[in-house]
């Protein structure tokens, strides 16, 4: 990985560890996202399985435990996957002043990026 994108990481991910473990444990933060193996239009499967943005907002908290030495390759996997996720989905940015209810802002919290912090 490069230090570009542990750097970028480092500051698109902009909610601390403690406010990302309380955020996954909302309703909110669970009612939102696409669980894998389904469709964009199916946003769980008859199992309730957890969403792709859930998962991942535990393995930033992971992560974010981990000094930068310390991660393996699938983390830096992930960390590009987080990213492109938030550079793609800020870039998605509702037309409505009010966001702080908004499922788009759900959705980038649950990768570690609170809009409403910027």
């Known amino acids: 990985m490069t230090d ?3 750097s970028d990481f ?5 909610m601390t560890s403690k406010e990302l473990e309380k955020w996954l444990q909302t309703d909110e933060s669970q009612s939102v996202g ?3 193996g389904t469709s964009s239009d199916k946003k769980t499967d008859v199992d ?5 943005g859930h998962e991942s907002g535990r ?3 992971d992560i974010m435990s981990k000094k930068e030495g310390a991660l393996t390759d699938d983390d830096l996997a992930h960390i590009k996957k987080v990213n492109a996720y938030i550079k793609r989905h800020k870039a998605q940015k509702p037309a409505k002043e009010d966001i702080e209810h908004f499922r788009w802002r759900y959705s980038l919290m649950n990768w570690g990026h609170d809009p409403s912090k910027e």
Not at 48 to 52: H, L, N, Q, R, V
């Open 4 to 6: 570009q994108a542990y």
């Open 34 to 36: 696409i669980a894998k």
């Open 59 to 61: 393995k930033i908290l």
């Open 10 to 14: 480092k500051s698109l991910v902009n």
């Open 48 to 52: 309730g399985a957890e969403s792709i």
